[in-house]
């Protein structure tokens, strides 16, 4: 089937002639067409446009212009700007928005032939573990339709698994790439902070935020890395960092390869089933010749409160932009300034928008900055230098993605506290700047579980291989869920 | 670090210029003051002489050359305002 092949596999039928970029992209749009209305993963599908791109990528190649994603259709999370297309970012706030300007991840892809299908449902401007912030509705995981797919970037994971999109982007900034690719059996991985651009990519928190593919596999995640990755003179906090060929180590061994396992990890609040999967996939690597080693990260477990106190904050400050005044909506007949602004605001924002607003203007407020802010920021460095002290003695450290499998819809919206748990094992990573993958691992009561590998700073090659011997040696990320086949 | 009330919630809201329902409030209330509880945790740290982390990597500002770069596409990027006239943008009266 030709829905349920890796980007690997479809630019070799590309190459080959098997098929061409439009049949490709008639296959997709035809899937999205009739199997997202169960799962409501795409905003904005694109088809007119697709299958543009698709012609114009089947002349390219033809001529002797292939790029390094020449004809590869991919969804594109809703939070990246896309020129003369809706770039709602989850929000009735930016629901009239026409981005007048490519981001440069989308700039990066248009130059390497890839087609654009449409862009993907995600919780309200990244804000959210379930992806049930969005105004648009939530999304559903394609394993079990009551359940939720995580999120921020859970259309993007629902669309990847149902087999709608060969792959797709999706942006980090505590763990909305690999708490969805664990819900719903997908590979997810979050560069260290300033591989990829953050150009036209809606910003959240700024020191937090980061781009990365989802993707069936770690070798497709390669791929793709290797067209997003690299400085970029319109970010200046993009990194001036030599950016390898991301394939080029995936059939490395890892006889000797040190794991180190958090304590931490491992503790009250991980759910059961979800342990052993992640044991007997520790197992698995032991089996291939690594060496396990228990390891602390005692700063951990402050993850979550300096999160809360960081990522508001910086949100609150990111999102003062959206005052109805230049782009997005307005209110009608405003009497005055402020109440253009306040009604704007109040009646643009979704509840859990509105509450991490609240959170940080108060955190940055006169007073209580040190407190908070400050504070914070050095909890920060605390849990960074914990990152930093286990690598000397280990070369990677693996984990849960999240301490459950998904959660039903409506199960947590009102218990937020308990939400921001499910991203328990992702926070610390963004924190410290490192980059993390979620691998499929396995199932637990039927539903998906990731397992997380983190690598020190620039390491990205590494967790790829260490991911790609695992799918070589095993085959949950070529599960299918039932209803998508 | 004490819990909020309505007022306060009221007061942040104005500040951050956000429009709250009044039946809203109290749910706000709740949240806010538990999201605080939870990180009260960080009292435990003793972060005496750490140094506040803002960038992962440490990095400083990149600069530049100072020469322009961007061309004025001011026509285009207006075309998405709520309300414009003469290549400007348009709210309410300010000074009377």
Redesign the interface.
């Known amino acids: 089937m030709m829905y349920n092949k890796t980007i690997a596999e479809l630019s070799a039928g590309l190459k080959a002639g098997d098929f061409s970029s439009v049949e490709l992209t008639q296959t997709y749009l035809e899937r999205i067409n009739t199997l997202d209305e169960q799962l409501n993963s795409f905003i904005t599908v694109t088809p007119e446009r697709a299958l543009e791109q698709a012609k114009e990528a089947d002349v390219q190649r033809a001529a002797g212009h292939a790029g390094l994603l020449n004809g590869i259709p991919l969804a594109q999370k809703d939070i990246f700007c896309t020129k003369g297309v809706k770039t709602s970012c989850g929000s009735k706030m930016l629901d009239p928005?026409?981005s007048?300007y490519d981001a440069t991840t989308i700039m990066k892809f248009n130059d390497s032939g890839a087609v654009m299908l449409g862009k993907t449902n995600m919780d309200e401007f990244a804000m959210g573990s379930s992806n049930e912030t969005s105004w648009y509705g939530p999304v559903k995981n394609p394993w079990n339709l009551d359940a939720v797919p995580g999120g921020s970037s859970g259309g993007s994971a629902a669309a990847v698994a149902a087999r709608l999109t060969p792959a797709a982007t999706g942006t980090d900034t505590g763990g909305s790439i690999r708490q969805p690719a664990s819900f719903c059996g997908i590979t997810g991985l979050k560069p260290?902070?300033?591989r990829v651009s953050r150009y036209g990519m809606i910003a959240f928190a700024s020191?937090l935020d980061q781009a990365g593919p989802m993707t069936r596999t770690a070798e497709d995640a390669a791929l793709m890395l290797n067209v997003m990755a690299g400085l970029d003179?319109r970010d200046?906090?993009s990194?001036?960092e030599a950016v390898p060929d991301y394939t080029a180590h995936l059939n490395d061994g890892i006889e000797g390869l040190k794991i180190g396992l958090p304590k931490e990890f491992f503790s009250e609040g991980l759910d059961d089933a979800v342990a052993k999967v992640i044991e007997s996939a520790i197992k698995e690597y032991e089996k291939m010749g690594a060496v396990i080693k228990e390891i602390s990260l005692p700063?951990s477990k402050?993850a979550?409160?300096?999160y809360?106190?960081i990522a508001p904050s910086e949100c609150?400050s990111n999102l003062?932009r959206m005052?109805?005044?230049?782009?997005?909506y307005?209110c009608d007949d405003?009497?005055?300034?402020?109440?253009?602004?306040?009604?704007s605001?109040?009646?643009g924002?979704g509840?859990e928008t509105?509450?991490r607003?609240?959170?940080g203007?108060?955190a940055l407020?006169e007073g209580f900055y040190d407190?908070?802010y400050?504070?914070?920021?050095?909890?920060?460095?605390?849990i960074?230098n914990d990152f930093h002290q286990a690598f000397d003695e280990v070369d990677v450290i693996m984990g849960p993605a999240a301490p459950s499998t998904a959660f039903n819809i409506g199960e947590l919206t009102d218990d937020?506290?308990t939400m921001?748990l499910s991203d328990i094992y992702t926070i610390a990573v963004n924190?410290?700047?490192?980059p993390g993958m979620s691998i499929p691992a396995g199932f637990a009561k039927n539903m998906p579980v990731g397992l997380q590998l983190i690598g020190q700073?620039f390491a990205e090659s590494k967790l790829l291989n260490v991911a790609h011997q695992f799918q070589k040696q095993t085959d949950w990320h070529l599960k299918l869920p039932e209803s998508f086949k | 670090m004490s819990k909020l009330d309505k007022s306060d919630v009221e007061k942040i809201a104005f500040l951050a210029r956000l429009g709250v329902d009044e039946q809203d409030i109290p749910e706000y209330v709740t949240n806010l003051s538990n999201i605080l509880d939870m990180v009260e945790q960080l009292d435990s740290v003793d972060a005496e002489g750490i140094k506040p982390m803002a960038h992962p990597l440490d990095a400083v500002q990149r600069l530049r050359v100072d020469e322009v770069t961007e061309v004025d596409d001011r026509e285009n990027l207006q075309a998405h305002a709520p309300e414009t006239a003469d290549g400007l943008y348009l709210v309410p009266k300010v000074i009377e």
């Open positions: 928005f026409i007048p260290t902070y300033g020191s003179k200046s906090t990194v001036d700063t402050l979550v409160p300096t809360y106190i609150s003062s005052d109805g005044v230049r782009y997005g307005r405003p009497k005055d300034l402020n109440d253009l602004y306040i009604r605001r109040g009646e924002f509840p509105k509450r607003i609240l959170v203007t108060y407020s407190a908070y400050v504070k914070a920021q050095k909890t920060r460095r605390l960074s937020p506290i921001y924190l410290a700047g490192l700073h």
